[in-house]
């Protein structure tokens, strides 16, 4: 019997162990960083899915690199607010610039659809979803067209769930 309540209370101290130990995950407790933007009338609106970051890690895993050449979140570069300054209609909500593209994000597509329509006077633009993609940076005009096309199909796919 005393082995029997030895083994009992072991199995009672190894899962309280356990327990403990699955607990202290980072992951689990810390808060989860949501991102909101204002709708006409001013209410924030929590925004889902990827971030520009977010995409551009999986635009070079989806072409096989480990990243699009020395990523930079340069949002303030189209963020009033990023910037300090008063936040405008057409701000975006993030920018990641790299050697192979420019990646701007916007709360909503409309958002994506005038940024491309008007930046399509200074060279290559294509929106997919709420993202807008650029080639007029750095070394980008050097990423061919095939590659382009590559990214795009990719981010589409990336972004299919947010649809």
């Known amino acids: 019997m005393n082995t029997r309540a030895t083994a009992v209370g072991l199995l ?3 899962a309280l162990a356990l327990t403990a130990c699955s607990g202290s995950d980072t992951a689990s407790t810390e808060p989860s960083k949501i991102r909101y933007s204002s709708s006409e009338d001013g209410v924030a609106l929590p925004i889902t899915g990827l971030t520009a970051q ?3 890690a999986k635009l070079a895993d ?3 690199v480990t ?3 020395n990523p930079a979140d340069n949002t303030d570069a189209c963020s009033g607010k990023a910037a300090g300054k008063s936040p ?20 909503k597509s409309a ?6 329509t008007t930046m399509k006077k200074t060279g290559d633009w294509r929106q997919v979803g709420r993202f807008a993609l650029g080639w ?3 070394d980008q005009d050097l990423t061919s067209d095939d590659r382009r096309a ?12 947010e649809s």
């Open 12 to 14: 009672a101290a190894a």
């Open 54 to 56: 977010e995409a551009a």
């Open 62 to 64: 989806a072409t096989g």
């Open 67 to 69: 990243d699009l050449g």
């Open 88 to 107: 405008g209609p057409n701000d975006c909500s993030q920018l990641i610039t790299t050697d192979t593209v420019s990646i701007y994000e916007f709360d």
């Open 111 to 116: 958002g994506a659809a005038r940024w491309v």
């Open 136 to 138: 007029t940076a750095r």
């Open 150 to 161: 590559e990214l795009v199909a990719a981010l589409k796919k990336a972004t299919a769930s």
